[in-house]
Protein backbone atom coordinates (compact mmCIF):
# COMPACT_ATOMS: atom_id res chain seq x y z
CA UNK A 1 0.00 0.00 0.00
CA UNK A 2 2.96 2.57 0.89
CA UNK A 3 4.88 2.07 -2.88
CA UNK A 4 1.02 2.45 -4.80
CA UNK A 5 0.51 5.49 -2.13
CA UNK A 6 4.01 7.23 -3.20
CA UNK A 7 2.98 6.84 -7.25
CA UNK A 8 4.24 3.29 -7.95
CA UNK A 9 2.34 -0.30 -9.30
CA UNK A 10 3.72 -1.98 -6.20
CA UNK A 11 7.00 -3.26 -3.98
CA UNK A 12 8.65 -5.19 -7.14
CA UNK A 13 8.35 -1.91 -9.14
CA UNK A 14 9.74 0.45 -6.54
CA UNK A 15 12.48 -2.23 -5.84
CA UNK A 16 13.33 -1.89 -9.84
CA UNK A 17 13.53 2.08 -9.52
CA UNK A 18 15.23 1.83 -6.68
CA UNK A 19 18.36 -0.46 -8.09
CA UNK A 20 18.67 1.53 -11.06
CA UNK A 21 19.00 4.67 -9.22
CA UNK A 22 21.26 3.09 -6.45
CA UNK A 23 23.76 1.88 -9.90
CA UNK A 24 23.62 5.36 -11.38
CA UNK A 25 24.72 6.74 -7.89
CA UNK A 26 27.25 4.47 -7.80
CA UNK A 27 28.22 4.88 -11.77
CA UNK A 28 28.34 8.59 -11.20
CA UNK A 29 30.75 8.78 -7.69
CA UNK A 30 33.14 6.16 -10.07
CA UNK A 31 32.93 8.63 -13.10
CA UNK A 32 33.90 11.36 -10.65
CA UNK A 33 36.69 9.41 -9.00
CA UNK A 34 38.03 8.29 -12.17
CA UNK A 35 38.09 12.31 -13.39
CA UNK A 36 39.58 12.97 -10.00
CA UNK A 37 42.17 10.48 -10.56
CA UNK A 38 43.21 12.31 -13.84
CA UNK A 39 43.32 15.39 -12.71
CA UNK A 40 46.14 14.31 -10.17
CA UNK A 41 48.03 12.41 -12.74
CA UNK A 42 48.46 15.46 -14.93
CA UNK A 43 48.94 17.64 -11.22
CA UNK A 44 51.63 15.33 -10.79
CA UNK A 45 52.91 15.89 -14.33
CA UNK A 46 52.43 19.72 -14.70
CA UNK A 47 54.59 20.29 -11.19
CA UNK A 48 57.41 18.59 -12.72
CA UNK A 49 57.66 20.67 -15.36
CA UNK A 50 57.21 23.45 -13.49
CA UNK A 51 59.67 22.70 -11.13
CA UNK A 52 62.51 22.98 -14.46
CA UNK A 53 61.92 26.73 -13.70
CA UNK A 54 63.70 26.33 -10.56
CA UNK A 55 66.24 24.00 -11.73
CA UNK A 56 67.29 26.01 -14.73
CA UNK A 57 68.44 30.11 -15.55
CA UNK A 58 66.50 31.23 -18.66
CA UNK A 59 70.12 33.03 -19.71
CA UNK A 60 71.84 29.29 -19.76
CA UNK A 61 68.47 28.69 -22.70
CA UNK A 62 69.67 31.50 -23.93
CA UNK A 63 72.72 31.19 -24.51
CA UNK A 64 72.13 27.34 -25.45
CA UNK A 65 69.79 28.97 -28.37
CA UNK A 66 72.66 31.30 -29.52
CA UNK A 67 75.23 28.41 -29.65
CA UNK A 68 72.62 26.68 -31.97
CA UNK A 69 72.12 30.01 -34.36
CA UNK A 70 75.90 30.48 -34.50
CA UNK A 71 77.39 26.66 -34.99
CA UNK A 72 77.96 25.41 -38.34
CA UNK A 73 77.00 22.24 -37.35
CA UNK A 74 74.63 20.75 -34.26
CA UNK A 75 75.59 16.77 -33.52
CA UNK A 76 72.63 15.50 -31.49
CA UNK A 77 73.64 12.41 -28.92
CA UNK A 78 71.94 9.74 -27.10
CA UNK A 79 71.87 6.65 -26.45
CA UNK A 80 69.17 4.01 -25.34
CA UNK A 81 65.85 4.74 -24.99
CA UNK A 82 66.64 8.40 -24.83
CA UNK A 83 67.47 8.37 -28.64
CA UNK A 84 63.74 9.11 -29.76
CA UNK A 85 63.91 12.70 -27.99
CA UNK A 86 67.48 13.43 -30.01
CA UNK A 87 66.40 12.15 -33.27
CA UNK A 88 63.14 14.35 -32.89
CA UNK A 89 65.45 17.15 -31.62
CA UNK A 90 67.21 17.17 -34.89
CA UNK A 91 64.54 16.97 -37.09
CA UNK A 92 62.69 20.63 -35.86
CA UNK A 93 66.22 22.03 -35.86
CA UNK A 94 66.71 21.19 -39.60
CA UNK A 95 63.17 22.28 -39.82
CA UNK A 96 64.41 25.64 -38.53
CA UNK A 97 67.25 25.49 -40.82
CA UNK A 98 70.07 24.27 -38.28
CA UNK A 99 72.22 21.68 -39.54
CA UNK A 100 72.34 18.42 -37.88
CA UNK A 101 73.17 15.05 -37.75
CA UNK A 102 71.88 12.38 -35.27
CA UNK A 103 71.83 8.79 -35.37
CA UNK A 104 71.11 6.45 -32.68
CA UNK A 105 74.35 3.82 -33.27
CA UNK A 106 77.19 5.26 -30.88
CA UNK A 107 79.93 4.44 -33.88
CA UNK A 108 77.82 7.09 -35.99
CA UNK A 109 77.84 9.61 -34.00
CA UNK A 110 81.27 9.62 -32.60
CA UNK A 111 82.59 9.54 -36.13
CA UNK A 112 80.38 12.96 -36.97
CA UNK A 113 82.15 13.99 -33.85
CA UNK A 114 85.39 13.10 -35.17
CA UNK A 115 84.93 14.56 -38.58
CA UNK A 116 83.48 17.31 -37.01
CA UNK A 117 84.67 21.60 -38.39
CA UNK A 118 85.57 24.41 -35.71
CA UNK A 119 82.12 25.99 -35.32
CA UNK A 120 80.22 22.81 -34.71
CA UNK A 121 78.74 21.97 -31.52
CA UNK A 122 78.02 18.65 -29.91
CA UNK A 123 74.30 18.66 -28.16
CA UNK A 124 73.75 15.79 -25.83
CA UNK A 125 70.26 14.22 -24.09
CA UNK A 126 71.16 12.43 -21.39
CA UNK A 127 68.87 11.46 -18.09
CA UNK A 128 71.75 10.33 -15.92
CA UNK A 129 74.89 11.69 -18.04
CA UNK A 130 76.72 8.39 -16.85
CA UNK A 131 76.20 6.46 -20.36
CA UNK A 132 79.55 5.58 -21.20
CA UNK A 133 78.91 6.35 -25.12
CA UNK A 134 77.90 9.70 -24.26
CA UNK A 135 80.93 10.36 -21.83
CA UNK A 136 83.11 9.01 -24.75
CA UNK A 137 81.83 11.35 -27.00
CA UNK A 138 81.47 14.39 -25.23
CA UNK A 139 85.49 13.68 -24.03
CA UNK A 140 86.01 13.61 -28.00
CA UNK A 141 84.38 16.80 -27.96
CA UNK A 142 86.48 18.02 -25.70
CA UNK A 143 89.29 16.94 -27.63
CA UNK A 144 88.29 18.46 -30.91
CA UNK A 145 87.54 21.80 -29.19
CA UNK A 146 83.83 21.95 -29.71
CA UNK A 147 81.73 23.18 -27.05
CA UNK A 148 78.83 20.64 -25.31
CA UNK A 149 75.51 21.78 -24.63
CA UNK A 150 74.04 19.03 -22.49
CA UNK A 151 70.29 18.05 -21.27
CA UNK A 152 70.81 16.09 -18.37
CA UNK A 153 69.04 15.53 -14.82
CA UNK A 154 72.03 15.33 -12.79
CA UNK A 155 74.13 18.52 -12.39
CA UNK A 156 77.02 16.96 -11.02
CA UNK A 157 76.84 13.72 -13.48
CA UNK A 158 80.32 13.10 -15.78
CA UNK A 159 78.77 14.54 -19.04
CA UNK A 160 77.51 17.88 -17.07
CA UNK A 161 81.42 18.37 -16.58
CA UNK A 162 82.15 18.84 -19.95
CA UNK A 163 78.64 20.82 -20.54
CA UNK A 164 79.75 24.61 -21.63
CA UNK A 165 76.16 25.03 -21.52
CA UNK A 166 73.54 22.57 -18.99
CA UNK A 167 70.01 22.35 -19.44
CA UNK A 168 68.87 20.50 -16.29
CA UNK A 169 65.86 18.63 -16.49
CA UNK A 170 65.37 17.63 -13.10
CA UNK A 171 66.25 19.37 -9.73
CA UNK A 172 69.69 18.32 -10.69
CA UNK A 173 70.06 15.67 -7.59
CA UNK A 174 71.53 12.06 -7.95
CA UNK A 175 68.60 10.10 -6.24
CA UNK A 176 70.23 6.76 -4.91
CA UNK A 177 68.00 4.09 -5.85
CA UNK A 178 68.56 0.52 -6.54
CA UNK A 179 68.39 -0.29 -10.32
CA UNK A 180 64.71 -1.80 -10.26
CA UNK A 181 63.25 1.07 -8.38
CA UNK A 182 64.74 3.77 -10.80
CA UNK A 183 63.30 2.33 -14.04
CA UNK A 184 59.89 1.92 -12.12
CA UNK A 185 59.25 5.45 -12.67
CA UNK A 186 61.41 6.33 -15.82
CA UNK A 187 60.09 8.76 -17.65
CA UNK A 188 61.27 11.43 -20.34
CA UNK A 189 58.41 13.96 -20.00
CA UNK A 190 61.05 16.52 -18.15
CA UNK A 191 63.54 16.04 -20.82
CA UNK A 192 60.95 16.58 -24.00
CA UNK A 193 59.92 19.55 -21.46
CA UNK A 194 63.09 20.94 -22.07
CA UNK A 195 63.71 20.51 -25.41
CA UNK A 196 60.72 22.19 -26.50
CA UNK A 197 61.50 25.24 -24.45
CA UNK A 198 64.95 25.54 -26.18
CA UNK A 199 63.12 24.80 -29.28
CA UNK A 200 61.03 27.47 -28.62
CA UNK A 201 63.62 30.16 -27.59
CA UNK A 202 65.50 29.59 -30.79
CA UNK A 203 62.28 30.46 -32.73
CA UNK A 204 61.81 33.17 -31.21
CA UNK A 205 65.46 34.49 -31.51
Known sequence: RMCKHIGYQGYYQMRIQLSRDIGKLYSDQAEEEERDGLDTVFDKFACKIQQLKVSNQADTFLKAASMLEACGRVHIIAVGNTTPIAMYLGFRLERMGVRADYNQVPEYFMN?????????????????????????????AGEKRLPVIAVTGEKDSPVSRFAECLLLSSRGERKKKKHFQYYQAYEHLTEMAVVEALLEIYAEK
Open 112 to 140: HIDLAEEGDVVLAVTKSGGSRQIIQAVEL
